[in-house]
């Protein structure tokens, strides 16, 4: 009877076992998930349909997106979420606030979450200019959602009526310059170029020191070097474009209506987010083109937008399902459905080897230039206290900009507070 | 009812008021005090006592310098023209004239509308070249400015806008106030020769001596509290020079994560505010004209 027995025992065990298994299938994991919109348009639509096809193909995770306002509003909201017990699992936050989340012991490393070696191939498969936001201490805390660059957005026809070759964008700052007082028509009350100075400042500001050859901080986080003279001579450049050239209004340009002015014919190029693209493209009533920003060392641009984090108060199956919900809208697919949609780059080579994107480059070549710009992109400046970092930067343009402070005075100023707030961070400080 | 029963009932009528009063207003002014005195708590430095450092550092932070000067500026370059417009409306809307009710709708408007959507339209106007205003100036020959980009130009911009916004409300006082003084002291003062200036001035401005208490005490208020079109305006720029307490607070708390900072530069403006509040009902206990 002994074998009988164990036979019974055996199916017994299995039946028990399945029971367990069913029972966990129909438990459903639920996701928490902030994002924010930082540009016009239809966006909430478009990420609650991503989210409904997820929870169609995955029917055991349950996920709640949850529309948080613009980046500033979504990081306090799920911060003020965490310390009231009720957290989100993940959320879409600006990649710049790294270094405040991980101050706050808020999110985990990939890195800690990642099991084989396909999700660690898949961590690699991204563009690395749009990693650096995301990894500091040797870790990748944010993964590439909502990303975008600075591009060039230039009035073809303005380019003709001054004699110039419409496909032929200036690729330095020399051909800027020259350009721009081609297109200035002072009497009209048409500049040939205008700069945002406004709203983020020190984004601009970072393409311009990134053209000039220098980053404004390190990888760490903890050091600046907004006093370097390659800053500086950017800053005197940006300045002497209103003050001396008279080629851009003098004092800083509002960033909330440059678009209106670029449309409405009053400069003739504009610098701004490749997420103003459909905008344009959808108003403009002039032949426009969009271009990688010029040189001066060599191109450069700094990324901006947001990341995926998954926080720290988590349990593990919620830890594996926010991985899974991340790789399901940054597979190459979504990618490539989510850059058509809104303007935002493709997060990796492989969106753009999807037959989607492909067409839709070939119909609208200017979404390809964003992409392709992202071979001379850098991070977007973020250090620790970074609020309090960035608005130093902020005021030391302005008051350049506006005459207020020679760009040495400004800059130098705002490096040595700079030191003085992240000293603690550096080490033996 | 017993004495000690009637005190018992005094309380109870007294609770629903207490309790709102204390739960958000005494008790959230006294941990604001505590929150000043401590070091910004995170979970990887834990909050310590740091004493008055935080009000040192005060006089050493020239941008609240700054927002607490702009923030003086802002209050006398609003309160004072606001009000002298809301009485000119008031007095004008009060006529016996055609198309009186559009007028006063006019006038009220402004108010109507949330700041933030004003603030959205003040924006175009300000624009350099193609905003309203420039087009106006167009037209008499003067070029573009830049409202807004340009420290000397962007508070006087910010304080004709507030004015616009404001002046309908205090008319809608001074409104109700004009109608309340009886016609007879009119008829008396032209029987007795008065000039229209000579009226308004002995006898119309003192009767709204009590109007002009209630509208000072709200406009300086407002003018302390308002700061949702700086978000859409100028986030406090160029360099600072639109920035108000108001706004630097939450930039220190919800930018800054600086919670205790904050809260330092809102104990400023509590005491501040407090003041205020205090030197006029004091002042003008003695020097309003109540009937």
Known sequence: ?429 | MTPRMANVYGWLLLMPAAILLIAFTHWPTVATLISSVYSPGTPVRPARFIGLDNYRLLVDDPVFIQAALNNLWFAIGTVVPSIALAILMAIWVNENIPGRGLLRLAYFTPTILPMVAAANIWLFFYTPDIGLIDQVLALFGSSGRNWLGDPDLVLPSLIVMTIWKEAGFFMIFYLAALQSIPPELREAAMLEGASRWSFFWKVTFPLLMPTTLFVLVNALLNSFKLVDHLFILTKGGPNNASNLLLYYIYETAFSFFDTSYAATITMVLLVLLALLALAKFWLFEKRVHYQ
């Open chain 1, 1 to 429: 009877m002994k074998p009988f027995r164990s036979l019974k025992m055996a199916a017994m065990a299995a039946a028990v076992g399945l029971a367990g298994m069913t029972a966990a299938a129909a438990e459903t994991t639920k996701l928490t998930m902030y994002y924010p919109v930082a540009v016009g348009g239809p966006l909430t639509k478009i990420v609650d349909g991503l989210v409904a096809d997820f929870e169609a193909e995955n029917p055991d995770i349950d996920v709640e997106a949850i529309y948080a306002g613009n980046y500033n509003d979504a990081r306090i909201k799920a911060l003020a979420a965490l310390q009231s017990g009720e957290p989100a699992q993940l959320s879409v936050m600006f990649s710049i606030d790294i270094y405040d989340l991980i101050e706050q012991d808020a999110i985990v490393a990939f890195d800690d979450i990642v099991e084989t070696d396909e999700e660690r191939a898949w961590l690699a498969s991204f563009y690395p200019a749009l990693m650096e936001n995301g990894q500091t201490l040797g870790k990748t805390w944010g993964i590439p959602f909502q990303r975008s660059t600075i591009v060039m957005y230039y009035n073809k026809d303005m380019f003709r009526a001054a004699g110039l070759d419409p496909d032929n964008p200036p690729a330095t700052w020399d051909e800027l310059l020259t350009a721009s007082k081609a297109l200035t028509d002072a009497d009209k009350g048409q500049y040939g170029l205008m700069i945002p100075s406004t709203g983020y400042p020190y984004w601009m500001f970072g393409a311009l020191t990134m053209q000039n050859g220098q980053v404004l901080m390190n990888g760490d986080g903890n050091e600046t070097y907004f006093d370097k003279p390659a800053v500086v001579e950017a800053l005197t450049f940006w300045h002497a474009l209103g003050a001396e050239h008279k080629v851009m209004p003098e004092g800083t340009i509002e960033w909330g209506t440059l678009r209106q002015n670029f449309l409405e014919g009053k400069t003739a190029m504009m610098w701004h987010s490749t997420g103003n693209l459909t905008a344009v493209k959808k108003n403009a009533s002039f032949d426009f083109g969009v271009a990688m920003l010029p040189a001066r060392e060599q191109r450069g641009t700094p990324t901006g937008g947001g990341n995926f984090y998954i926080f720290k108060q988590t349990s593990e199956e919620e830890r594996r399902a926010a991985m899974k919900l991340i790789r399901f809208m940054t597979s190459p697919e979504r990618a490539a459905q989510w850059s058509i949609e809104t303007g935002y780059i493709g997060i990796s080579q492989a969106s753009y080897d999807t037959q989607a994107l492909k067409d839709y480059v070939v119909e609208f070549p200017p979404a390809k230039v964003a992409r392709d710009q992202l071979e001379f992109a850098t991070a977007e400046l973020s250090t620790y206290q970074t609020g309090r970092v960035r608005k130093l930067l902020d005021d030391a343009i302005q008051a350049a900009l506006t005459g207020q402070k020679t760009p040495e005075e400004a800059l130098g100023e705002a490096q040595s507070q700079a030191d003085r707030l992240l000293k603690p961070y550096r080490q033996g400080g």
